[in-house]
């Protein structure tokens, strides 16, 4: 195992698979948590949103589970269909209207293009 500081957070490198296993396999709970997102999670203000939230917060583990659910191979497969359809009408919207391309794609890359 060896340590290091790395812009004032600790990083451990574990070069086992036995040890790794047993840290983050057998006990994920004390031992894995997501690093702060600070451009992608607090300055966006989404630091609670399902794939920033922090592992000590209540609702971890009911997103944990909601997307062990959706997003496993077989959940995939039945979002292929969809992906397929959507990126076809993103490639003829950007055919149609190349200029707007960046509004056309904003659709499609994050939740935030919803919101506004």
């Known amino acids: 195992m060896i340590c290091f500081w790395m812009?004032?957070?600790t990083t451990i490198v574990l070069n086992d698979y036995e040890t790794a296993s047993?840290?983050?396999?057998?006990?994920?709970?004390?031992?894995?948590?997501r690093p702060t997102s600070w451009?992608?999670?607090i300055l966006t203000g989404r630091?609670?949103?399902m794939f920033q939230i922090k592992s000590t917060n209540p609702r971890f583990r009911i997103y944990r589970?909601?997307?062990q659910k959706t997003l496993h191979p077989?959940?995939?497969?039945?979002?292929?269909?969809l992906q397929v359809t959507e990126c076809q009408i993103l490639l003829n919207a950007l055919k149609?209207?190349?200029?707007?391309f960046i509004s056309h794609?904003?659709?499609?890359?994050?939740?935030?293009a919803v919101d506004g």
Do not use: C, Q, V
């Open 7 to 9: 812009f004032n957070s």
């Open 22 to 33: 047993a840290l983050l396999d057998r006990r994920s709970s004390i031992y894995s948590s």
């Open 39 to 41: 451009m992608g999670g």
């Open 47 to 49: 630091d609670h949103s």
């Open 65 to 67: 589970t909601l997307l």
């Open 74 to 81: 077989r959940a995939l497969e039945a979002h292929k269909a």
């Open 96 to 100: 149609k209207t190349p200029d707007k």
């Open 105 to 112: 794609l904003r659709r499609y890359i994050s939740i935030s």
